[in-house]
Nanobody, 116 residues
Framework: QVQFVESGGGLAQPGGSLRLSCVASGFTIRFATMGWYRQAPGKQRELVAS???????YYVDSVKGRFTISRDNAENTVYLQMTNLKPEDTAVYYC??????????WGQGTQVTVSP
């Protein structure tokens, strides 16, 4: 059974940093493009960053230069390092396999709140 457990969210001040983790089970992430998504109140879920090969990550324009996605295939874990956080980064963050995001189960997500 495919499952994702996200953690590492919390309250941060503008300009602060957080590191999110996502432990996947039920499949190996080694052969998958993994993505971090976020959903803010009243908005659709959006893909924030994705990674298959370290040489070719994807970032949505709003987080370029501030967020870094990485993965540990041995631990079946994906990370999202977030720096220089802004209030508009406030959302619930999820991870999933990009290719199956429309059909794969989602985890509980982890809440990120950026506020003075």
């Amino acid at each position: 059974q495919v499952q994702f457990v996200e953690s590492g969210g919390g309250l941060a001040q503008p300009g602060g940093s957080l590191r999110l983790s996502c432990v996947a089970s039920g499949f190996t992430i080694r052969f998958a493009t993994m993505g971090w998504y976020r959903q803010a109140p009243g908005k659709q879920r959006e893909l924030v960053a994705s990674l298959f090969s370290a040489s070719n990550p994807y970032y949505v324009d709003s987080v370029k230069g501030r967020f870094t996605i990485s993965r540990d295939n041995a631990e079946n874990t994906v990370y999202l390092q977030m720096t220089n956080l802004k209030p508009e980064d406030t959302a619930v963050y999820y991870c999933n396999r990009v290719a199956y995001a429309t059909s794969s189960p989602w985890g509980q997500g982890t809440q990120v709140t950026v506020s003075p």
